[in-house]
Every structure is written in structure tokens, then in C-alpha cells.
């Protein structure tokens, strides 16, 4: 009872985690972040810095309300002036185009432009408010007495920099983190798109020669009036309806998935006829509700007969199994292999490489693909832990 408990509770996480990475990738994805979300982000990060500053002085500070409010401006402006030079001027016109010099003076114009602002705002509170806080006034007394000269002058500049730096911080990593997020999220959407086309070829296309063999069988047996063509008809005809329709979703039964890769093995093997040896072992029993990808290991299968075609039949074999253990599923497929003719891909020339892509997006850390090729023979080993 506590395994079940355990188990149903980390299946929520699960799920919990899995739509709360999904929210916030449709969120900072291209097709939502537009402009009115793009301002609202704005307007509620500068509320937060509002927030966050108004605080500060209220807790470290005794000042009263007035000046608390002309130095949340003078730290709202300068923040700003901040955020928008860097991000928007700075690092797109000038550092990412090579222009090195003018980026290094668009970094410290937020610091002199956050000098002036600072002398101006300390004068104007002096000249027209009562500081009851004896740090501050003494602070902004000193500011004062330097006059412009002291303002501008790079040894202010340097100290400015440290207590500049960490009040603009926090929304520059912000929008660091945003757009490292969005980045990410919009290769992700590009490959998943990519491999969403590749699999959707994949459904609709067959290998030519492989349909043209096996309608020349059909034809072949049916002429001879054998009861094998019947069930080469059959077999074939599961295939087309898998790849047309069971197969439009993002997981199917793995027990439909060992099926269709049986239709197609058995088809296979009336076309290498009978001195072949070809064999597809799995256990339905075994497979129970489990789900995969559909398509996943059609390649491999299609390039395990690709390299055996390659050698005399009286020599070709090809070896194929499916074990599930609990969520682990081992898929296994081995071949005879000789001399490759030149520019033989599989199907479109997705392959293996397809293969791999879609393993490491759909099951990143949960797969282990091993590749054993030699001289005479080719053998892949799948492990995946299912979810």
C-alpha cells in the first residue's frame, strides 16, 4: 500500500513538473511572447523592483516618505536608463556586430549617466527636504561638495560601481534568464518541429522498393494460387493503416508498436525467401500497458535488412527481440553484413540519426543506444526506461 502511495505521489510530481515546464516554455515561446506580453513582463518586473527598493530604504533608512520616494525614482530611472541601454543598444548594435570600443563605452554610460542623476537628486533633497538620517545626509553632503568636477571624475565613477551594480542586478539577471529560457525553448521547438516532420515522413513513406518487392510476391503467389498471398495481403495492409492512423499521436501501445515491426519483418522475410534465417521475438504479455513513440525502432529494423540484403542469402540472417522488464524495454536487433553498395540509406535518409535525435529529446538520461559494427555482421541494443 505505501509502494502505491509513493508511486501515485511521484506521478503527480511528474505531472505537476511536466505542465509547469510546458506552461512556461508556451510562455516564452515566439507564438505568446508578443508584444503585449512582452510589456506586461516589463511593467511587473519594474513594479517588483519598486517593491523591492521601497523596502530597502523603509528598513535601512530613516527618511521620510517624500525622500523615500525621489530616491525610488532616482533608483528607478537609473535602472532603467540601465536595462534598456545595455539590452537594447549596447549589446545588439554594438558588441554582437564587433564594434568593441563603442560597446566598452555603451557599459559605462549607466554608470555616468547614474553619477549625474545621483549628484542632481542628492542636491534638489538637500536644498528642499529635512534628512533625519545621519549617514545618508552626511553621504549625500559629500556628493554635494564635489561639484560636477568630482561627479565625473573616473574615481567616482569606480565607487559608484559596486552599489550601481547590485541595484540594477537584479533585473539584468532576469532578463539574462529570460532570454537564455526563450532561447533554449525555441531550439527545442525548432528540432522537435524537425523531427516532427521527419516522423510524419516517415509514416507516409515506405521504402519504394520495398512495396514494389512485395506487391510483386503478392502477384507472384497470387498467380500460383497460394494461401500465403492472402496473408502477405493482410500484413501489409496493417501496415498502411499503422503509419496512416494508429500512429498519429505522440505515444502508442508498445505491444501495436512489436506488431507493425512484426508485418514488416514477416513481409521482409517471404522476399529473402526461405534460406534466410530472420527471427522477431516478444512477449505481449510482457509489454502490458507500456507506451512508445510510435516509429522509434523502425529504423533500426529497416537498417538491419539494408546491411543483410547486402550478402548471399545462404549467408543472410537477421535477428530481432523485444524484452520489457518492469519500464526497462531492451530492443535488440543483429545482422549478417557484407560489402555495402554505395549510396544505400534507409528510408528518406533518416535512419539511425533520426533515431537518435528523438531519443535524446524524448528520453534525455532514461536511453542507452549501443552500436556493434563489424566486418560480418551489425547488432544494436536499445535499453529505454519507460514512463
Keep these: 500500500m505505501e509502494g502505491t502511495t509513493n508511486y501515485l505521489t511521484e506521478r503527480d510530481e511528474s505531472k505537476v513538473k511536466r505542465r509547469l515546464t510546458s506552461w512556461i516554455s508556451f510562455f516564452m515561446s515566439d507564438r505568446y511572447y508578443k508584444t503585449n506580453a512582452r510589456i506586461w513582463t516589463h511593467v511587473v518586473m519594474w513594479a517588483g523592483l519598486a517593491v523591492m527598493n521601497l523596502i530597502m530604504f523603509y528598513s535601512g533608512f530613516n527618511v521620510s516618505v517624500p525622500v523615500s520616494l525621489y530616491f525610488l525614482a532616482r533608483n528607478m530611472i537609473g535602472s532603467m536608463f540601465a536595462f534598456y541601454t545595455v539590452f537594447y543598444l549596447v549589446i545588439p548594435k554594438f558588441l554582437l556586430k564587433g564594434h568593441w570600443f563603442l560597446a566598452f563605452l555603451g557599459f559605462c554610460t549607466p554608470y555616468l549617466f547614474w553619477a549625474v542623476i545621483n549628484y542632481v537628486s542628492a542636491t534638489y533633497i538637500m536644498s528642499h527636504y529635512e534628512v533625519n538620517d545621519l549617514g545618508m545626509k552626511q553621504l549625500m553632503q559629500r556628493v554635494i561638495a564635489g561639484g560636477w568636477t568630482e561627479t565625473l571624475s573616473v574615481p ?30 525555441r531550439q527545442l521547438r525548432l528540432e522537435r518541429d524537425n523531427l516532427d516532420l521527419e516522423v510524419n515522413f516517415l509514416r507516409s513513406q515506405l521504402n519504394p522498393h520495398f512495396l514494389f518487392n512485395t506487391l510483386n510476391n503478392i502477384y507472384s503467389l497470387s498467380i500460383r494460387n497460394d494461401a500465403m498471398a492472402s496473408d502477405l495481403i493482410m500484413h501489409l495492409s496493417e501496415m498502411m493503416r499503422y503509419t496512416l492512423y494508429d500512429s498519429n499521436t505522440d505515444k502508442v501501445p508498445l505491444q501495436m508498436e512489436a506488431e507493425f515491426l512484426k508485418n514488416y519483418i514477416e513481409l521482409e522475410t517471404v522476399r529473402y525467401g526461405k534460406k534466410a534465417r530472420i527471427t522477431f521475438e516478444y512477449d505481449p504479455d510482457q509489454m502490458g500497458d507500456r507506451t512508445i513513440p510510435p516509429l522509434l525502432m523502425f529504423p533500426l529494423v529497416e537498417n538491419a535488412f539494408k546491411y543483410s540484403h547486402s550478402t548471399n542469402s545462404a549467408q543472410c540472417w537477421v535477428h530481432g527481440k523485444i524484452e520489457v522488464n518492469g519500464a526497462q524495454m531492451r530492443f535488440e536487433m543483429s545482422n549478417s553484413k557484407g560489402q555495402m553498395p554505395e549510396q544505400k540509406n534507409g528510408i528518406g535518409g533518416i535512419g539511425l540519426g533520426n533515431t537518435r535525435k528523438r531519443l535524446l529529446l524524448l528520453y534525455p538520461g532514461k536511453h542507452e543506444l549501443q ?13 529505454i526506461t519507460l514512463t
Design 156 to 185: 567616482n565613477l569606480l565607487r559608484l560601481f559596486i552599489p550601481v551594480t547590485i541595484t540594477i542586478g537584479p533585473v539584468m539577471i532576469l532578463k539574462l534568464v529570460l532570454d537564455i529560457i526563450r532561447g533554449t525553448t
Design 371 to 383: 552500436i556493434e559494427d563489424r566486418p560480418d555482421h551489425y547488432k544494436v541494443v536499445l535499453t
